[in-house]
């Protein structure tokens, strides 16, 4: 099986928003409206403050709560676990937008442009049946599609990966196989403390963030592991 | 519009979302009192039909906020998980019994009582469905409580409740029994909401912008009714009984309504954002 995921690592996200950017371009999405976009966390008071910039988003959950409430089957979640809408099914009544927990869903109901009338590139990729309904992230499905079609790897091969993951600047996002030990997100995982946002609720997100080196498989102890796998195999 | 990471009031769901509640659960606790007052013939195809058309009125608000509205029908695709879903289906099934029901006591035909009990069932069904469509909304914590469906039935029928005493004062008709009916709905409704605020309590943004309208329910929503009913209930003076009970009914009905409006678009903060680390650059803390 396969579980798409994405990993944030927080030590690395300098909150340049080039991944909200990245997004927009590759989605089209209109004015004030993120699919994948990066808070500035400040906690404390001076001179005992500290910042994280998190990059957040539909978390493509386990057991997502937009799909168990939606009405007319619009939202659906994939067996690599992208949740998806289906924009012709979709009536617009934005309850998934209120059952989700991490704020991830949009309803535009008329067509905005960035400066009032629709430029050029803004009227070529303008979709209406985005209008009205609920939309959101899609982990960049086509792209994924396409390239596993191409026999490319998402998470590996840019053209196959979401696009907010090949633009940022620091490495901070990744993208891969949960269900793949050897995947670049599981390393990640394994030799990294992590958590998901509110775990408390259930949800299962296919979305982690890292916060630390593993005391155990992170840093230098891996890095020693990892050097002592390899004079074994030599 | 903040995008947190505090929470902030949604805007998704509207005044228009809220009339569905309000007129909704107004209209459904009305069928229900009807039901269960034996109220007869002509008053009761009156009062069960007015009840039909709030809850239409509540439904076709609702279809005034959805995006696609000429999709509306695309909302009966998923039963099996969506409280939606089931809230449209209650909804014809309220509809079938209702009209049925009305026709019956208009006709004074036999078998009027039972389809109006039919009726308040699924008028039942109708608003447990909206309780639990709030319940469902795991993005909004003050809505997912487990209190929430019993709060949302228990104000539906104290409002539908006081719909009834409006107008029976309004046509002079009206019962010492109905009184007491209309008094227990409403203690079980403060009841409901003192569950619900204690349920909402580590919710300091929302218990704070619930709190005006919970105080409204619980003084001139419950207990201004009930001193209102109790005079009403030792009165021998039919005028006296009538005016205080209405009085007592528009009370009830009308911070119930206001209550429902709040919760949706003045209490519903949604859940934010929270990290329960911060990124450790060099050493742990």
Known sequence: ?234 | MSYGPTPWVQRHWDLRAAANFAAGGAGSGLIVVAALSGARDAPAAVALLAGLALVAVGLFAVWLEIGRPLRALNVFFNPRTSWMSREAIAAVVLGVFVLRAAWLHATDSPGAVATGAAAALAALVFVGCQGMILRAAKGIPAWRSSATPWLIVATSLAEGAGLWWIAAAAHAQGTRTGLALFGALLCVRLFAWLAWRRSIARNARASAAMAPAGTALSVLGTALPLVLAGVAAISTSPAVVLGLAGTAGALAFGTGIAFKIALVVRGAFNQGFAIPHMPVRGKRA
């Open chain 1, 1 to 234: 099986m396969t579980r798409w995921a994405m990993v944030a690592d927080l030590r690395r996200c300098v909150g340049c928003q080039t991944c909200t950017a990245a997004c927009k371009h590759a989605n089209a999405t209109p004015p004030g409206v993120q699919w994948r976009r990066v808070l500035d966390i400040e906690i404390g008071n001076f001179p005992d403050v500290k910042r994280a910039f998190v990059p957040v988003g539909c978390q493509h959950c386990e057991d997502p709560p937009c799909m168990t409430v939606c009405p007319t089957k619009a939202t659906k979640k994939r067996a690599d676990g992208i949740v998806t809408i289906d924009y012709d099914l979709c009536i617009g009544c934005a309850y998934c937008a209120v059952a989700c927990p991490y704020q991830a869903r949009y309803k535009t109901e008329r067509a905005t442009f960035a400066y009032g009338k629709a430029a050029a590139h803004e009227a070529k990729r303008h979709d209406p049946d985005r209008l009205a309904v609920a939309t959101k992230c899609t982990f960049c499905v086509d792209r994924i599609d396409a390239g596993l079609a191409a026999g490319q790897q998402p998470g590996v091969d840019p053209e196959a990966t979401p696009a907010c993951v090949n633009a940022c600047i620091a490495q901070a996002l990744t993208f891969g196989d949960l269900d793949d030990p050897s995947s670049n997100v599981s390393k990640l995982l394994e030799m990294n403390e992590h958590f998901r946002m509110h775990e408390e609720l259930r949800t299962g997100p296919g979305f982690y963030y890292l916060w630390d080196r593993s005391e155990e498989t992170g840093g230098v102890p891996a890095l020693k592991r990892l050097v002592e796998e390899a004079m074994d195999l030599a």
